[in-house]
C-alpha cells in the first residue's frame, strides 16, 4: 500500500498481536449464514411495514410540480408543498381571470382584451400543402433553435407570427419545433418582432413597424 506524504497508516501503534485477533474476528463473521428462524423473523418483520407511499399519489399538475420546487428552494418543506397543491388542484378558475391571463398572454390591457385567441379558427388556405411548402422553405429547422426535423419524433409546427390566424401567408408563418412554439405564448411582441427581422434577413420580407408590406406582382 503506498501512502501520501504526511498521511499516518491505519494500523500505526498496533501490535502484531491485535492484528492477528482482528483478523480472525473478520474470518469468523465472513461468510455465516442466518439460520431459518432469523430469516423467517425478518421477513415477518419487512411484511408488517407500511410503505410510505401507500395510499399516496403521485400525479401532479405541471403547476403544482413547480410550486412545490419553488417551494423547497424557499426552505419549505416537501409535506407542506403537497398540502398547497392539493388545496389548489380541483379549483374552477373564474371568467374574469381568465380573461387576464389571456389579455397578458396577448401583451394587451384587459381594456384592449377582445377575445381567446386560440379559440380563433384558422383561414382556409392553412392546409397540408401550405405547412409543408413553409417548412420546405426554412430547410426543415425550427427557426428558433435550429433544431432539425430528423432529431425529432414529430412535423415542425407552423406558428402565425403576428398572432393572427386568418392571415395564412408565407410573410406570416415560420417554422417552430414544439418546445419553441410553446414559448411563444407570453411576450408576444418580441417574438413577433424576432421572427419578422428573421425572415426579413433571409428571405428580404417587408415590414413596417410590424405591419407586413406585400409586393405588388
Do not use: M, W
Given at each position: 500500500m503506498v501512502f501520501k506524504k504526511g498521511q499516518i497508516p491505519w494500523n500505526k501503534g498496533l501490535t502484531k498481536e491485535t492484528d492477528i485477533r482482528v483478523e480472525k474476528y473478520s474470518n469468523t463473521k465472513r461468510g455465516v449464514k442466518q439460520s431459518p428462524e432469523n430469516i423467517?423473523?425478518?421477513s415477518e418483520s419487512h411484511k408488517r411495514q407500511i410503505p410510505w407511499h401507500k395510499?399516496?399519489?403521485?400525479?401532479?399538475?405541471?403547476?403544482?410540480?413547480?410550486?412545490?420546487?419553488?417551494?423547497?428552494?424557499?426552505?419549505m418543506t416537501k409535506e407542506i408543498c403537497k398540502k398547497i397543491s392539493q388545496r389548489q388542484r380541483g379549483k374552477i378558475l373564474s371568467e374574469e381571470h381568465k380573461k387576464k391571463v389571456s389579455a397578458g398572454l396577448q401583451g394587451i390591457s384587459l381594456e384592449n382584451w377582445k377575445g381567446f385567441?386560440?379559440?380563433?379558427?384558422?383561414?382556409?388556405?392553412?392546409?397540408?400543402?401550405?405547412r409543408r411548402f413553409i417548412r420546405k422553405r426554412d430547410n426543415q429547422i425550427c427557426m428558433n433553435c435550429s433544431i432539425h426535423r430528423e432529431k425529432l419524433n414529430e412535423c415542425l409546427s407552423i406558428h402565425?407570427?403576428?398572432?393572427?390566424?386568418?392571415?395564412?401567408?408565407?410573410?406570416?408563418?415560420?417554422?417552430?419545433?414544439?418546445?419553441?412554439?410553446?414559448?411563444?405564448?407570453?411576450?408576444?411582441?418580441?417574438w413577433q418582432k424576432l421572427?419578422?427581422?428573421k425572415l426579413f434577413r433571409l428571405y428580404n420580407y417587408q415590414y413596417k413597424n410590424g405591419e407586413i408590406i406585400l409586393k405588388i406582382r
Open positions: 423467517r423473523k425478518n395510499g399516496k399519489t403521485n400525479v401532479y399538475s405541471l403547476e403544482a410540480l413547480k410550486r412545490i420546487s419553488e417551494g423547497t428552494k424557499r426552505g385567441t386560440s379559440k380563433n379558427p384558422y383561414d382556409i388556405n392553412f392546409n397540408n400543402k401550405f402565425h407570427i403576428n398572432y393572427d390566424k386568418e392571415l395564412t401567408i408565407p410573410e406570416n408563418c415560420i417554422s417552430l419545433c414544439r418546445g419553441c412554439h410553446t414559448l411563444t405564448n407570453k411576450n408576444r411582441e418580441y421572427f419578422q427581422e
